[in-house]
């Protein structure tokens, strides 16, 4: 926490070695210093350690009345200032007994102070003029659930039988999207962590690549989850970073830490593995961050971390454009609708580049259109692929959601490349400052976007987000991985969190998540403890008979 100061505390000469396992009593006085808004914030920690009287100084930036004095240690009153009180004694006891039984808790206590300082505050709904907003009220409808049988939804949902049913479409979709996932079960246990995981277009196929580097397969028909296929992925390196199947589910390509991306065939025992070569300038430091495939199968599109977006050409198999997009890595990139014309691409940049594929030909292309407002580099960018809306996700601690019609000013691309030019954290280990967990809340000069949604935590690796399906949901939900451990569903309209999905047992990093696009309240989600879980509205068995403790995953 950037608040916390350096504690240095004297210990007595002669301390005793017996009794570790003390009791901590912490009295809390505070005072003002004179001239600035920070509180003066002096501990004493008595330590049934032999006899220990050990004072640190802590500054918290809040305003505080002069001379006021607090003594929290037996009152319930100020949640905050208790929570903040047990954090910095176990500060002290880690410094001073260490072991890493209390750092482990002096680590958690920040993670849950964190969550209770750090509320995100209301967020400011959709105005009903939007034609966003207007769409997705018209398609769930105003009503409340139809049905009250919930095996009727499934038989409907898995036998695609809407189109004759006498409902009308925004009756059904009023009730399938009332069915969020909520139970959680295990589909599958690796000894690394999980960084991809994606259903195919029908949903019967899912794709998961963990980082010991064999990519699985499984057949998800109906309520099964069997891996059918295993691949060993070639020049890994640290792990794979993206996969994608192809629009007719025949081929599957991914990417690593290498100039090369490659393409397998899904179906069949025989093994049909090759590499395609993007001919980057830079061959040495060079990494694909995300791959796709077009919508007309011919291409496959990779965003890589020289900036620039490399298109390849299966037919004439060879890469036929390379578009210097970004000033930084890119991160994503995504069509905005099944015509392939337009494509969007981010980066570290904090920019969103829109670009339309018929005017990439030329020697140095131009985007046709620019969304500025993120603070921070983006991660992920998803399309509505209805051509009007998208959204990215940031390291700024925020997505947004934008309108392809408002484009950003200058000024405004300006402010943003300025504002990422002076972060000075590392999102791949350090903790999210504070500052940024309050500005995120706050639009710079010129910034287009429609909505923001706040409460995720952005950190360690490239966290994916997401529109939630059609078929089921009207796609009136935004849902997102989080470095916290949880997959946090937001309602489009509100900005509100509707749902958190949260295991008892994971802290871990959800860096992949994806909703079945079929099934009724169904979504996986790939983690850094090494397993890939799958939430369904429906209490369902562990599809593996054993899981694996991954608690001793290295984060490098």
């Known amino acids: 926490m950037e608040e916390m100061g350096n504690s240095n505390p004297r210990r007595p000469e002669n301390l005793e070695e017996e009794n570790l396992e003390g009791e901590q009593t912490p009295e809390l006085r505070v005072r003002n210093d004179e001239g600035n808004n920070r509180s003066h914030v002096t501990y004493h920690v008595m330590v049934n350690r032999g006899s220990r009287d050990m004072t640190t100084n802590i500054y918290r930036e809040e305003n505080q009345t002069p001379d006021e004095e607090y003594n929290t240690s037996g009152s319930d009153d100020d949640v905050g200032t208790t929570a903040f009180t047990e954090l910095v004694t176990l500060h002290i006891l880690s410094q001073l007994l260490g072991g890493n039984n209390v750092r482990q808790r002096f680590r ?12 995100p505050p209301k967020a400011t709904p959709m105005d009903p003029n939007c034609h966003l907003y207007q769409e997705i009220k018209c398609n769930i409808g105003q009503s409340s659930p ?29 009730t399938t ?4 996932p909520r139970h959680c079960c295990v589909a599958d246990s ?30 998800t028909e109906g309520s099964k989850f069997n891996c059918y296929k295993n691949v060993d992925a070639r020049d890994v390196g640290w792990s794979v970073l993206s996969t994608a199947l192809s629009p007719d589910q025949n081929w599957f390509v991914y990417s690593t830490w290498s100039r090369f991306v490659n393409i397998c065939n899904v179906h069949g025992e025989e093994e049909h593995h090759y590499s395609l070569d993007l001919y980057p300038e830079d061959e040495y430091h060079f990494c694909v961050f995300y791959v796709t495939f077009s919508k007309d199968n011919r291409e496959i599109l990779s965003a890589t971390s020289d900036g620039n977006l490399y298109i390849y050409d299966r037919e004439k198999q060879t890469r036929t454009v390379m578009i210097d997009a970004h000033q930084d890595d890119a991160n994503g990139i995504a069509f905005s609708d099944s015509s392939g014309h337009v494509i969007y691409s981010t980066g570290d940049d904090g ?32 399309s509505k692929e209805d051509g009007r809306y998208l959204i990215t996700n940031s390291k700024d601690q925020s997505i947004k959601l934008w309108d392809i019609r408002k484009f950003s000013s200058s000024d405004a691309i300006d402010a ?15 903790d999210v400052p504070r500052r940024a967990l309050v500005e995120c809340h706050r639009r710079l000069p010129g910034d287009s976007s429609i909505m923001t949604y706040t409460g995720h935590c952005i950190k360690n690796t490239l966290i994916r987000c997401k529109f939630s399906p059609s078929f089921t949901t009207g796609q009136r939900y935004i849902y997102t991985g989080c470095a916290n451990g949880r997959v946090i569903i937001y309602d489009i309209l509100t900005g509100e969190i509707v749902h ?31 397993t890939l879980n799958l939430w369904t509205h ?10 694996n403790e991954h608690q001793q995953i290295p984060f490098w």
Do not use: M
């Not at 999207?177 to 969020?180: I, Q, T």
């Not at 047992?505 to 998540?513: G, S, Y």
């Not at 429906?538 to 899981?547: A, F, G, T």
């Open 146 to 174: 139809v049905f009250t049988d919930y095996t009727h939804i499934i038989e409907k949902t898995r036998a695609r039988q809407y189109s004759t049913d006498p409902l009308s479409c925004s009756q059904k979709l009023s």
């Open 416 to 430: 943003t490349i300025d504002k990422v030019a002076r972060q000075r954290w590392d999102y791949r280990w350090q």
């Open 190 to 219: 690796f000894e690394s962590r999980v960084f991809c995981g994606s259903y195919s277009n029908d949903g019967d196929i899912f794709i998961c690549a963990p980082q010991d580097s064999c990519i699985r397969l499984y057949n």
């Open 538 to 547: 429906e209490k369902r068995d562990n599809y593996v008979d054993s899981i």
């Open 108 to 119: 958690r206590h920040v993670r849950q102070t964190q969550d209770i300082e750090e509320e």
């Open 351 to 382: 920019l969103c580049k829109v670009w339309d594929r018929r005017t990439l030909e030329g020697d140095s292309p131009c985007p046709v259109g620019v969304f500025a407002g993120h603070k921070d580099g983006i991660t992920y960018v998803d």
């Open 500 to 530: 958190k999905l949260i295991t008892e047992q994971c802290n871990f990093c959800v860096r992949d998540v994806s909703w079945h696009p079929y099934q009724v309240g169904t979504l996986a989600a790939s983690t850094w403890d090494g």
């Open 177 to 180: 999207s009332e069915f969020l």
